[in-house]
């Protein structure tokens, strides 16, 4: 029987609520799903410090990202897309934290994390580059603070704890470069699946020895494709970190307000010198894992159904129109907003223009390589000869 | 005061490490057991007490971490050189090397920049345990965003580390370590050839054996044996893995019409394969004789007890270059 239990755990059979851990540890939340405020002591004040505008920014954000996710997938299902991943039902847990933390973080991302990515100012376009498959990444890392997205997962984590490295190495040199903070830290994102990787571990190893001013935000969103968390891990992710020497915290990921006040009290923790800290912002795929899968083939639509009921933006809509800090008609002037963000997505990503091979051939190293050099020119001269021989069929036609 | 000095190739690359700490505060040095230990075969010895345990690195006991997290420090603007312990190491980093070192220029545009070193001693003939005496190069060769070098000499070894550190690119320098303590000068004033281009190390007529490496003494020392044969043999140290000199290589081989290529690593699916069948497209009209291969063979190292009959010597260079007279044009 012991048995029967542990297969259909870790064969994801459908039928249960695989979203209920065997060692559950509650989450921090402050805003129920019902959308009502509840008081705390430790992160309340966050709240009440942010203006009627930076509550509005929130709600703006995640609309945003969350008609972004319907475009594209749109687009996916036309054929303009090779692939999407969509963050639909994580908008808060991405952007409570990322409004927490300050422009000068870098931002180590996975691949999921959208609506992060448009609070950086990436454009829509920009975002959906490597998505079309026309490049291979759409915007400049170093204008905004954050990093290509990694598909070859948990890499980023061990780049990230080296751009840690590298501050405290400037600190240690008194010199910090001009377009960098004094109290820069690093967030290196991963989800519940990419915790189990091998890199993860090493990643946090050296930043609890070195002390490196890491925050590690860990999306769980229940599924890595088509395997619930039960099968990486038995306990809550957030309890990983204690045995590397520091402190996890997990949170409700869709409660954007709880989101944004542990991440702000974790930061500056980090920031004062504390050493790393984890945030396991527990959340939920509402999607499906990219475009290429089908979510009903392993999880019920009992616990979806439930899931929707714990909506991160239809609650946090609730509670801020009981504040009385946004009305009827801001709600409808940032819905008139996201609809002109996907229309005008829609042409910039229809626009967008595939690399040259040329330049692939530039960028593969940075100072001259005598193979590459040779295959560029060959395959110049090779296509070349293509357009004289289409030229003298035409000269021949006309003849 | 001269510049000349006579040191072993280990010495070397230390100097080379102290010269380049001492140029450019954004060089660093991470890895096991390489500061107060000085590494395992002491090439660091010394350098964490003259600058730092900040910038002699003493890593977790990890080559994802020490590769990856280099990659993040080069993002930053340092000039990591990681030192993986040996090469049957450098697996469990190869991912990192693979992946995400060799592509992050490419998949960034040029935006980004990831100047890493990784120094990997590397070859048998150690009497060492398993993974102690492996030659990975052909897995690095093939993938394209890493530049690979092997030096064969103190002078090659002082001025490759120096050139591989102050490349944009990521760089792979293979030391091949039962050379580290093979003595020469080393002018630390006027620079090796690019350590990019081979090297015709001596002169001949009749053959031409390529190598790299570990290999060169052997090779010079082939030839050296083959002139009581009469034969004159050039040797070619190829220096370069990738990019590859294939000009210089062929260039030799078309004037001698022979080519005998030799490493220590497997020769099948190797870069004796890659370097043959070049040679061929560019002097395939000048060659008496196919290109010859002198390699190991396919099978994991074997124990050291057989690495004597496993790793090519001095006979099995002459027995290929006998081998490649024996072919007749023609017939």
Same mark, same amino acid.
């Given at each position: ?28 939340? @402050? @805003? ?20 009627? !505008? ?71 376009? !920009? ?23 990694? @598909? ?31 109290? !820069? ?57 204690? %045995? ?21 009290? @974790? ?84 626009? $967008?223009?595939?690399?040259? $091979? ?37 000269? %021949? %036609?006309?003849? | ?13 230390? /100097? ?11 060089? *660093? ?21 003259? =600058? ?29 050189? /990681?030192?993986?312990?040996? +090469? ?5 980093? =190869? ?43 052909? *897995? ?15 002078? +090659? ?11 944009? +690119? ?24 690019? /350590? =990019? ?70 020769? =099948? ?43 090519? +010597? ?18």
């Amino acid at each position: 029987m012991a048995l029967l239990t542990c297969g259909a755990a870790i064969s994801g059979a459908t039928g249960e609520d695989h979203t209920v851990q065997p060692q559950e540890v509650q989450p921090i939340q @402050l @805003l129920a799903p019902d959308g009502k405020l509840a008081e705390n002591e430790v992160y309340g004040p966050y709240i009440a410090a942010l203006s009627a !505008e930076e509550l509005r920014e929130l709600y703006r954000y995640m609309v945003m990202e969350r008609r972004l996710d319907a475009e594209a997938t749109s687009l996916q299902r036309q054929g303009q897309l090779a692939l999407w991943a969509p963050a639909l039902g994580q908008e808060a847990a991405q952007v409570g934290t990322i409004a927490a933390l300050k422009t000068s973080d870098m931002v180590f991302p996975t691949y999921r994390e959208h609506a992060m990515a448009l609070y950086r100012g990436i454009a829509p376009e !920009e975002l959906l580059t490597m998505f079309r498959a026309t490049r291979h990444t759409g915007w400049d890392p170093r204008q905004h603070n954050f990093q290509v997205y990694t @598909l070859v997962l948990a890499a980023q984590t061990l780049h990230a704890a080296g751009w840690a490295m590298g501050i405290n190495q400037d600190l240690r040199m008194g010199s910090i470069p001009r377009d960098r903070a004094e109290d !820069e830290i690093v967030v290196a994102c991963i989800g519940d699946g990419a915790t189990s990787q091998g890199d993860v571990h090493e990643s946090m190893v050296f930043a609890s020895s070195y002390e490196l001013p890491m925050l590690y935000f860990i999306q769980n969103n229940h599924w890595a494709i088509s395997v619930p968390t039960r099968t990486q891990s038995r306990g809550p992710l957030a309890n990983r970190a204690l %045995g590397y020497g520091f402190e996890g915290v997990r949170v409700d990921g869709n409660d954007v307000l709880a989101s944004y006040a542990v991440a702000t009290k @974790l930061s500056a923790e980090i920031r004062a010198g504390k050493g790393p800290k984890l945030i396991e912002s527990v959340t939920y795929r509402m999607g499906a894992h990219t475009t290429a899968d089908d979510p009903t083939k392993y999880r019920s639509a009992q616990e979806l159904e439930l899931w929707e009921g714990r909506d991160p933006i239809r609650r946090y809509r609730t509670w801020l129109d009981s504040t009385g800090d946004a009305d009827q008609s801001y709600f409808e002037q940032v819905d008139a907003e996201s609809k002109d963000l996907a229309s005008d997505m829609r042409k910039s990503v229809l626009a $967008l223009e595939p690399i040259d $091979l040329e330049r692939v051939f530039d960028t593969v190293y940075s100072e001259p390589h005598r193979q590459v050099e040779a295959e560029k020119a060959w395959l110049k001269d090779y296509e070349a000869g293509f357009a004289e021989e289409t030229t003298s069929t035409e000269a %021949g %036609g006309t003849r | 005061m001269s510049a000349i000095k006579e040191m072993p190739m280990a010495k070397a690359i230390t /100097a080379a490490l102290r010269d380049e700490l001492a140029a450019d505060q954004r060089t *660093l040095l991470i890895g096991e057991d390489i500061g107060a230990l000085g590494g395992v075969f002491r090439v660091t010895d010394g350098l964490q007490a003259e =600058f730092g345990t900040h910038r002699v690195i003493d890593s977790p006991l990890a080559e994802s971490g020490i590769i990856g997290t280099s990659i993040g420090m080069a993002m930053r603007g340092y000039r990591p050189v /990681a030192e993986i312990q040996f +090469d049957g190491f450098v697996f469990p980093g =190869f991912n990192q090397i693979t992946s995400q070192l060799a592509k992050m220029h490419n998949r960034t545009d040029g935006k980004i920049k990831v100047p890493v070193t990784i120094r990997l001693p590397y070859g048998g003939h150690i009497g060492s345990v398993e993974h102690h005496s492996e030659s990975p190069e052909a *897995l690095f060769a093939h993938t394209a965003g890493l530049r690979i070098v092997a030096p064969s000499s103190p002078q +090659d070894a002082y001025w490759m580390t120096r050139q591989a550190i102050v490349s944009d +690119d990521p760089v792979i320098i293979l030391e091949p370590k039962r050379r580290y303590w093979l003595k020469g000068k080393v002018d630390t004033e006027n620079p090796a050839p690019d /350590a =990019f281009r081979a090297q015709v190390l001596r002169e001949g007529t009749d053959a031409t054996i390529a190598t790299y490496g570990p290999l060169v003494p052997v090779a010079l020392a082939a030839a050296e044996a083959a002139r009581a044969d009469q034969r004159s043999i050039e040797v070619v140290d190829i220096r370069s893995i990738s990019p590859l000199d294939d000009e210089t290589i062929a260039r030799s081989a078309a004037k001698t019409q022979r080519l005998v290529v030799a490493h220590e690593a497997p020769t =099948f699916g190797g870069m004796g394969g890659e370097i043959a069948a070049r040679v061929a497209e560019r002097a395939h009209h000048r060659l008496l004789a196919p290109v010859l291969r002198v390699g190991g063979f396919h099978m994991p190292y074997p124990p050291a007890s057989q690495e004597h009959r496993y790793l090519p +010597d001095i006979d099995r260079m002459l027995e290929a270059v006998e081998r490649s007279f024996s072919y007749q044009r023609g017939v």
